[in-house]
């Protein structure tokens, strides 16, 4: 609150038209700030940057030192750390992190961002293309034709229909063929195999160890003695022997490795196979979504008359997944959130509910009806 | 003691994180954590082997994240003001709740911002990173200022994108950079050549938005959040680098409204001509204002830099082309029905250096009307035009995304109004193998070229047909040699065999010797084919194999062309002689 004697000083000087140097920088500050934000209006609206007006590739460093011109108080930089350059630097254009040098940023996928399209999708297409691209579309419904077909065979005509079903005698005949005391048929060209006769199972005889004399001790070490050694020789010789083997040798090592090399382009060309379809990222697989074309009945030559197929959103979006920028979702389903019914205290507490339980004991169905009509209004909330 | 090694710490396992425990280590919600990775670029990953990355768990399919991408994803500034966001929303509950109303005002007023500007410069370190991932951007912000407002559209959004793109479609123009054209049922392809990238988007036709079920558009806004961003600044730099004013002025008038600061308030005139000048920049109808008036073209030297001809010659043609197509319809004069589009054909029209208006009420920006003289094309897409003035052509739209493809200005005869078009081929067709189906359209108007060609050259002499036939065969296989020589083989024998029947004629009499016709070509042929089978036996037994399956598809793809072209052949005798049958049974 103002003091009396200073607000009456106030009102005279106001009547007098005197401004004091305050209240006139206060009234140009005002006005200049309502131009300043009804110029900068329009940004404010939108947390989107609107305004354009710097090259961002050739952005100019922003100085962590204060500007100034006068000799005096120019400011040595030398005492900012690197971080407090960094911290003020972190929102400019200038500034890239040490690891974003490293970052793999493609996602290794070879399809184009906007694929070239086929020459069926014309407005006014030629005849080949347009059969073509019909002919493509016609494929897509007919192996998900063949894919049903081929679970019915391996399933539902496995078993006989109703027609081809069995009846009881025709499963006694089938059953009694070759039996002639049932009266089935019997074939006079079948002959009875012979039975082999069982193989008796061999015993084995318990080899019972007797100990060995010193003489067949000094036998047996001299046997290994003598063979170690013809091995030796025998192994010197082939080395001597194999060195004619060579070329044979070469030949074969040239295999491996032609093989190996073989197996490695089959390995990489199965890669590159693999970059050009999306990958498995989530356990939904990708849809492609349908083929746009329109059907030869549909085509106009005209322009004017064209109607749009096909949604363009739908088509970046699938786009995205594609190239395996976005993994693919579900919409799921909702929650929907039980609200806790309580009720508010009042004078009538329960009472419905105890009506209904006493209409169960004793009246019939018409009582209970009675009874709902009138508490259907209270209990719907 | 050491302890012991477990399982799945070190490795592939080491190197995925899921993304719970990404969004642990983040410490953010779902929806936060999907904007961060699709503002920074970070995309799930596959891995070699599942079953290691997922630390034994291979019975359900996992969101997997490379660890290094999420440790990265932890130094970015703007998940503080993501969380700050949160705090925000807290508040904002809180007053609203509260019914604080002044409180959640001032709340509103001070929401939390955050710039991208440092995202755009680390994803594209420099200004042809961007215009390599422009198509994805364009194709966005085409698509969105489309949109109707909607809540998960926002206003601000839908016009942001049209400003930018109308802007980039002024690039294009004053640039020249506009190369092909097509018109599908999905919308218009257009291909231009920016800063040496050729850029292809896609521009929707102008009809009622269907909002498919399965699109996330929460995540198409983040996306296009970023874009609007980035394509921007790649407008700025663009507009800079052609010398021209950013945000786009119109050349010759006073500059008015969209100066920055300082408006001296004078209040709803100045309002209203500001989004005059707007309206008019967005028709995209004259051509902007420079800062420094471009030169004179300067030719180009030839400077050899490399020792191949051929290729030298062929993109020195190809840049003569391309030289053409920019002025083709310089001089020209086009008006726009009603019933065309009119947005994407001034765009064409105009990167192709012709001038182009419409009516004046159909929008604003309209240069002259139709009653003007010095109109030489009028578009139209009616069946018929009641009053036509002299001295100009009528034609479908179709003539023009014909001509941009082809080059050149096409016979206005074949798309008069009320004419039946031919089709409308698509240029981006890779060149045609050897013995690919070719529909006679084309075949047409490749004869067309060649005749226009032998009509300039006047060579007298060999015969015309000849050329032609070798020409067009030299068109249609590429000037491959073996190509040339299998059509020179063919007509090789076709003389072979007239001059073999001549011969018999003379033999039956006993006459005086005349002087033995020697076919030179002929025999050239001959020798020629010969030549050609001993360097076929010369091909290295490893190479024999593909040599054999190369050839064999190209004798399959040529029967297939010949089986194609009798259906066409039949075709068009089922369907074209009825109308004559039809007269004749009346009468």
């Known amino acids: ?381 | 003691m050491v302890p012991r090694k477990k399982k799945y710490e070190t490795g592939e396992a080491a190197a995925f994180l899921t993304r719970k425990q990404a969004m642990a280590k983040l410490q953010l919600n779902l929806k936060d954590f999907r904007r961060l990775c699709i503002l920074k670029g970070v995309f799930p990953r596959e891995p070699k082997n599942r079953r290691r990355a997922q630390k034994g768990n291979a019975s359900t399919v996992k969101t997997l994240y490379l660890e290094k991408d999420i440790r990265f994803l932890l130094h970015e500034p703007i998940v503080w003001k993501f969380r700050d966001f949160k705090v925000f929303l807290k508040k904002l509950k809180k007053a609203q709740e509260k019914k604080n109303w002044g409180q959640a005002k001032r709340l509103q007023s001070n929401k939390p911002k955050y710039s991208l500007d440092h995202i755009v410069r680390e994803r594209y370190p420099t200004f042809v990173d961007a215009i390599r991932d422009l198509e994805d951007c364009l194709c966005l912000c085409f698509l969105y200022s489309t949109f109707p407002r909607t809540n998960k559209t926002p206003v601000e959004m839908v016009e942001l994108c049209r400003r930018l793109t109308v802007e980039f479609m002024h690039y294009v123009i004053e640039a020249r950079a506009l190369r092909k054209v097509f018109c599908s049922i999905k919308g218009y392809y257009f291909q231009a050549d920016v800063k040496g990238q050729t850029v292809t988007w896609i521009v929707p036709h102008n009809f009622g938005y269907r909002a498919p079920a399965q699109v996330d558009m929460r995540l198409m806004s983040v996306f296009t959040e970023f874009y609007t961003t980035m394509l921007g600044f790649v407008n700025f730099r663009l507009f800079n680098s052609m010398n021209l004013t950013y945000p786009p002025k119109l050349q010759g008038l006073q500059m008015t409204g969209t100066s920055q600061g300082k408006n001296k308030g004078e209040g709803e005139g100045e309002g209203s001509t500001r989004v005059q000048e707007e309206e008019r920049v967005f028709a995209l109808n004259q051509s902007l204002h420079r800062t420094v008036l471009p030169e004179e073209t300067v030719e180009m030297d030839n400077i050899p830099i490399t020792d191949d001809n051929a290729s030298m010659e062929a993109a020195r043609k190809e840049a003569e082309a391309v030289e053409a197509q920019t002025k083709l319809f310089k001089g020209l004069k086009f008006f726009l029905g009603r019933e065309v589009p009119r947005e994407p054909l001034v765009f064409m029209i105009r990167s192709m250096g012709g001038e182009v208006s419409w009516d004046a009420t159909v929008a604003p920006g309209s240069t002259y009307q139709e009653s003007d003289e010095r109109i030489t094309h009028h578009i139209a897409d009616r069946n018929q035009i009641p009053d036509k003035k002299l001295g100009r052509f009528y034609v479908q739209p179709q003539w023009i995304f014909d001509s941009i493809n082809r080059r050149s200005k096409l016979n206005e005869k074949h798309y008069a109004i009320g004419e039946t078009l031919p089709p409308h081929l698509s240029p981006f067709i890779a060149d045609r193998r050897v013995g690919d189906y070719v529909p006679p359209e084309e075949k047409n108007l490749a004869e067309q070229d060649n005749a226009e060609k032998q009509d300039n050259e006047a060579d007298e002499g060999e015969d015309e047909e000849e050329n032609e036939e070798e020409s067009e065969e030299d068109e249609e296989e590429g000037g491959e040699e073996s190509g040339e020589e299998v059509g020179g083989e063919e007509s090789g024998e076709e003389e072979e065999e007239e001059s073999g029947e001549e011969k018999e004629n003379e033999a039956e009499e006993v006459k005086v010797g005349t002087k033995e016709k020697v076919d030179r070509k002929a025999e050239k042929q001959l020798q020629e084919t010969e030549e050609y089978r001993l360097r076929e036996m010369m091909v290295p037994r490893k190479h024999r194999g593909l040599y054999k399956s190369m050839m064999k598809n190209r004798k399959r793809r040529i029967n297939e062309s010949k089986n194609l072209e009798r259906k066409r052949e039949k075709w068009d005798k089922d369907n074209t002689p009825q109308p004559k049958k039809a007269k004749k049974a009346k009468l």
């Open chain 1, 1 to 381: 609150r103002v003091n009396p004697v200073v607000k009456k000083k106030q009102d005279i000087l106001r009547e007098q038209g005197v401004v004091s140097k305050k209240e006139k920088e206060a009234k140009l500050q005002r006005a200049a700030q309502i131009q300043q934000k009804k110029n900068t209006a329009a940004e404010r609206k939108t947390r989107r940057r609107t305004k354009f007006d710097f090259d961002l590739w050739d952005a100019p460093e922003v100085s962590t030192v204060p500007a100034s011109t006068d000799e005096e108080t120019k400011v040595d930089p030398s005492w900012i750390s690197d971080e407090a350059k960094v911290h003020t630097n972190v929102w400019t254009a200038k500034h890239v992190p040490k690891e974003s040098k490293h970052r793999k940023l493609d996602t290794g996928s070879l399809i184009p961002a906007v694929e070239v399209p086929d020459a069926g999708a014309s407005y006014n297409p030629a005849l080949a293309d347009h059969q073509d691209l019909l002919w493509k579309a016609a494929l897509v419904e007919i192996n998900k034709e063949k894919a049903l077909k081929k679970i019915e065979r391996q399933t539902t005509d496995m078993f006989p229909t109703k027609e081809n079903a069995p009846t009881k005698e025709s499963y006694i005949k089938e059953m009694s063929e070759g039996i002639a005391e049932l009266g089935g048929v019997v074939d006079e060209d079948e002959e009875d195999e012979d039975e082999e006769g069982m193989e008796s199972d061999e015993e084995s005889e318990a080899k019972i160890n007797k100990p060995k004399t010193r003489k067949q001790r000094r036998d047996t070490v001299k046997r290994a003695h003598a063979d170690r050694k013809r091995k030796s020789i025998l192994s010197r010789q082939q080395m001597e022997r194999d060195i004619f083997k060579l070329k044979t040798y070469k030949k074969e090592l040239n295999e491996i490795e032609a093989k190996t090399l073989a197996r490695q382009k089959v390995k990489e060309a199965k890669a590159e196979e693999k970059r050009k379809n999306p990958l498995q990222l989530t356990k939904y697989k990708y849809e492609p979504q349908e083929i746009e074309i329109k059907l030869s009945d549909e085509l106009t030559g005209n322009l004017r008359s064209l109607k749009p197929e096909g949604s363009l959103l739908e088509d970046r979006y699938k786009s995205l997944q594609r190239r395996n920028i976005v993994e693919t979702r579900i919409k799921q389903k909702e929650a929907k959130g039980w609200k806790k019914k309580v009720e508010k205290r009042n004078y009538k507490m329960g009472w419905e509910t105890n009506q209904l339980r006493k209409t169960k004991k004793g009246g019939g169905k018409k009582k209970k009806m009675k009874m709902a009509k009138v508490t259907r209004p209270l209990l719907s909330r």
